[in-house]
Nanobody
């Protein structure tokens, strides 16, 4: 199973920015896409951004397109860092954010809370 540790969340005002980080390790991640997911108490966990292994192709859901940027650094086949730069944050972005492979492994990290509020 992949091991995942997310960090970088916090409280920010609307229009602000945050950068989330994730360390993924434990299994071979070679050729695997990585993604950022988010979950609110009333909704299921959903994939919002995904990046291919090479880091040169990314996809976003419409709700974050143009505001969020996913990136990754492949330290080696079993250690990857994945980032999510979040700009022009909105209250609707309030959620717990997780990273995982895409498609997701069964093991999840603890996530990192992002709260956007004035």
């Amino acid at each position: 199973q992949v091991q995942l540790v997310e960090s970088g969340g916090g409280a920010v005002q609307p229009g602000g920015s945050l950068r989330l980080s994730c360390v993924a390790s434990g299994v071979t991640l070679k050729y695997m896409s990585m993604g950022w997911y988010r979950q609110t108490p009333s909704k299921q966990r959903v994939l919002i951004a995904s990046i291919n292994f090479a880091g040169d192709d990314a996809d976003y859901v419409d709700a974050v397109k143009g505001r969020f940027t996913i990136s990754r650094v492949n330290a080696n086949d079993m250690l990857n860092m994945v980032y999510l730069q979040m700009d022009r944050l909105k209250s609707d972005d309030t959620a717990v954010y997780y990273c995982n492979t895409d498609p997701a492994d069964s093991n999840w990290g603890q996530g990192t809370q992002v709260t956007v509020s004035s």
